[in-house]
């Protein structure tokens, strides 16, 4: 199974960026963790990470009919980008999706999300581990 998993903007600062809210870990550690995690479950995996709507989109156009399974963690586009719940519709792919926060229990306007609205399943608030959740998903389809 092949799945790509995509992380929005601002997600690339992690380990400076608020760190009581997202961690110490640093991005490049994110994504040992990823890959390892893969590893692990037996899933080949490629790593996205873009500061730019447009260039999700792009890359979620692109995933059709080479991925079986999309993780993406939207940051800040999960409540604004209707553009990105598009592009996932459009291709169909089997998405879940990541917040290493608990969206739910901070800012009233984090409560919702685009993406929700048509993936498979949302895990919140497990930092690293959720993304290791998520591809356990995939891994449970082979
Ligand atoms: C986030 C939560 C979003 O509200 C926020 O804008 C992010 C990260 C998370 O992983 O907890 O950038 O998606």
Known sequence: MKIL???????????IREPQIYGAQNF??????????????GLSVSLFQSNHEGEIVDVIQSAYGVYDGIVINPA???????AILDALK???????????SDINTREEF??????SMVAKKTICGLGFEGYKEAL????FEK
């Open 5 to 15: 998993v995509i992380n929005g903007p601002n997600l690339n600062m992690l380990g």
């Open 110 to 115: 984090r409560k919702f999300s685009y993406v």
């Open 90 to 100: 459009a291709v169909a792919i089997p998405t879940v999706e990541v917040h290493l």
């Open 28 to 41: 490049e550690a994110l994504q040992k963790f990823i890959k390892d995690s893969a590893d692990e479950l």
């Open 136 to 139: 356990r998903y995939f891994s």
């Open 76 to 82: 800040a586009y999960t409540h604004t980008s209707v």
